[in-house]
């Protein structure tokens, strides 16, 4: 369906926003297209299992390291 596409290609982009920027989690919900912190919050989480915040937490916390 068209519109879970788009909502997970937006809720793709917040994690991305999440994992590479410290800008707010309302201000990532603006920036992704959501009308409103809410939504963005109710949608991200449906998505994903996490909120915002605990989603970043986890990333941040999780992220692999490579290297030699």
Known sequence: NVKDYFSTRQID????LLRTTGRSTAQIAVDS?????RTFYRAFKRSAGLSPTASRKEMSLGEPEFGP
């Open 13 to 16: 982009g917040a994690k991305e």
């Open 33 to 37: 297209g959501f009308g409103t912190a």
